[in-house]
């Protein structure tokens, strides 16, 4: 394993140019906390594994550290997820059923489901979705980000509103059914 200091020179380099950009991809995705660690965590793996895979090409590489944090990213939210304390659960007797609280569990339903379709996406699809939807980032940002032509993004953008279209229509009748104050 290598330290700090005693990197390859091929991989401090590829480090150098690389860092910034999976680190703003991360944050996007995981929020800054936990982005710049799962970024951190992506770099570490890959110089451990930089013999075997110093042969990549940039666009490899970067994808092979952004899948890496993403997973890493994955699985710490998961699992911090799984520990919710005792005094944290709810131990109150069954009420009547509220709208406002089952108009959330719709929202969270749908916001799950979105979440599943946008995870099942191809690696690429997944990132602009990410960058475009969450992050705000423009055409132009993200092919420059991902290094893909900007046409290329915007394809991709417009099979994402293709593909999301039904479940913007679910979020509107949500947020409407909420404004009028039923389910």
Known sequence: MHEIGTAPADFAEFYR????????VMCA???RELGREATAEGFARMLERWERLRELGPPQRRAYVLTTAK???????????????LEDRPWTEPVAVDEALSRV?????????VRQLIDSLPPRRRQVALLYFLHDDGYADIARLLDMSESTVRSHVAELRRVLQPYVRRF????EASEHGRA
């Open 17 to 24: 140019t690389e860092a910034a950009r999976v680190q703003h």
């Open 29 to 31: 995705f995981a929020g």
């Open 71 to 85: 997973n890493y990213a994955r699985r710490r939210a998961e699992a911090e997820s799984r520990f919710i304390g």
């Open 105 to 113: 569990e719709d929202s969270l339903g749908l916001e799950g489901a």
């Open 172 to 175: 509107q009748q949500i947020t």
